[in-house]
């Protein structure tokens, strides 16, 4: 049977050119990189599923709506715009312009993290624990169990592990507990949804312990398209009275906009109860960090772009081709026995790079191996989401082992079709035929004290498995 692929609900009215690389050229430009995909120049690369945030093709509508920016210091009309489609789709009182979603985190969290707390989360994604450890805190992950295996078909492998938070929360002492983090979808697990339950009922244990529960809402337009294809009680709502019944739930929430607004720069913060005192706390960070609170770090015409990209996102039709971009990739996978973190995640597909390379361990990074062998094969780019994203300890400096072992397909809104999507495929079927002659992954030669996948060097390892272990031997019995 023919794999259906949802057409566009757009037309195509401007082009930029891409070239393709030959084979010899990409092998070249990868070991210049140090193997690191974000060492890559754009321009070398032929399709680029690096990250869906900020690379998204932007609306006859947004692009009208630059020419109108307000670029006043203070008090412009394009805030005011951006406010008040804020406070419609979230139901939140207060409103502030960021950057993007980790300006969001730098300019909220230290308000409630600091040396000796801890921030709990379904799971953070690899900037947000980033931003706990560098207020002092932190992280923990408590997603549910069935998340940990990409085989199992479970509808919302996004949720968080609710017995687990109370265990956690007594476990630590509710006073140490700075802040519960929701992140719809679910990144880290695949791009899995939260469920409206779940969300509800994380929500009454925060109150319970008088814990505040943030929200990390780069993709809350999909989550709810989840939410409403999947879970009874929401099937009968819009997308919109989804949104504003999940927020409902949450204090506050922090967001990269350059997701699910459509957009290639900005971000979010809200507060639920516009008379907090926490919001001269968030203005003053602001002012510091970002610019001043009616901009903050945005000029006039981006927030015009970001008004009007809020509501294009939460449309049901688009969302529809948005997902089903996603499934389409999901099909071909099954019919050629790939592995991936299933059912298929909103913002792409998370290929079990584990599931790929067996034979690799995961301190020489099968999700990397992947990822370069797709550069290699037909000038594709993602990124590995795995132990060498996951990084070290911050306190013990050892390789932290990951969940999982994905390689991402994160998929651009709006810019890449049919055809594309099946180079993608095609080019993962080669590397699954000949994967058994892959022996060996990679080691980091240089590697910053944080976040360090976006700019780790990293080299192949060329000895056979059986010498590595039998230095390791050797060095134990020294």
Not at 135 to 146: L, S
Not at 208 to 214: F, G, Q, S
Not at 395 to 416: G, H, M, N, S, W
Request: proline share 4%; aromatic share 10%; charged share 25%.
């Amino acid at each position: 049977m023919a794999i259906k692929y949802v057409a566009e609900p757009f037309r195509i009215k401007s082009v930029e050119p891409i070239k393709i690389l030959s084979r010899e050229e990409r092998e070249e430009k990868i070991t210049d990189a140090k193997f690191n995909l974000f060492g890559l120049k754009g321009e070398d690369v032929y399709i680029d599923l690096l990250t869906d945030s900020g690379t998204n093709a932007m609306s006859i509508e947004q692009w009208a709506g630059i020419m109108k920016g307000d670029e006043a210091y203070a008090g412009a009309s394009s805030f005011f715009k951006l406010r008040d489609a804020g406070i419609d789709i979230f139901g939140f009182e207060y409103i502030q312009p960021v950057h993007q979603g980790r300006a969001a985190e730098k300019v909220l969290f230290p308000t409630f993290l600091a040396q000796g707390k801890y921030a709990i989360s379904n799971m953070f994604f690899d900037t947000t624990r980033a931003h706990v450890e560098l207020a002092g805190a932190r992280a923990i992950d408590c997603v549910v169990e069935e998340a940990k295996d990409p085989s199992i078909r479970s509808p919302f492998k996004g949720n968080m592990d609710v017995e687990k938070l109370e265990t956690l929360i007594n476990t630590y002492g509710p006073e140490n507990i700075g802040l519960v983090v929701m992140t719809i979808t679910n990144n880290s697990a695949g791009g899995q949804p939260v469920s409206m339950k779940n969300m509800r009922d994380v929500s009454e244990i925060c109150k319970k312990y008088a814990i505040p529960l943030d929200i990390d809402a780069a993709r809350y337009a999909e989550n709810a398209y989840f939410v409403k294809q999947r879970e009874e009680e929401c099937k009968d709502m819009s997308i919109k009275e989804i949104i504003k019944q999940m927020f409902s739930y949450g204090d506050m929430f922090t967001m990269s906009a350059k997701k699910d607004t459509i957009v290639n720069m900005g971000g979010l913060i809200g507060i639920k109860d516009g008379n907090s005192p926490l919001i001269l706390k968030i203005k003053a960070n602001c002012i510091s960090y970002e610019g001043f609170y009616t901009y903050g770090g945005l000029s006039g015409r981006d927030m015009e772009a970001l008004a009007i990209g809020m509501y294009e996102g939460i449309d049901e039709s688009y969302l529809a081709y948005r997902v089903g971009q996603s499934e389409y990739i999901a099909a071909r996978l099954d019919e050629a026995g790939i592995q991936y973190q299933a059912p298929v995640g909103g913002h792409g597909v998370f290929v079990d790079a584990q599931a790929m390379f067996p034979h690799i361990p995961y301190n020489e990074y099968p999700g990397q191996v992947l990822a370069i062998e797709l550069y290699k094969e037909a000038g594709i780019r993602t990124c590995d989401i795995g132990s060498y994203m996951l990084g070290n300890d911050p306190d013990t400096k050892e390789q932290l082992k990951a969940d999982f072992e994905f390689t991402r397909l994160a998929i651009p809104r709006r810019v890449y079709t049919q055809a594309h999507l099946d180079v993608v495929v095609d080019a993962l079927i080669n590397i699954k035929e000949r994967a058994h002659e892959i022996k060996r992954g990679y080691k980091i030669s240089w590697e910053p004290p944080i976040l360090r996948h976006f700019q780790a060097s990293l080299e192949p390892i060329t000895e056979p498995a059986e010498e590595t272990v039998k230095k390791n031997e050797d060095l134990v019995s020294i």
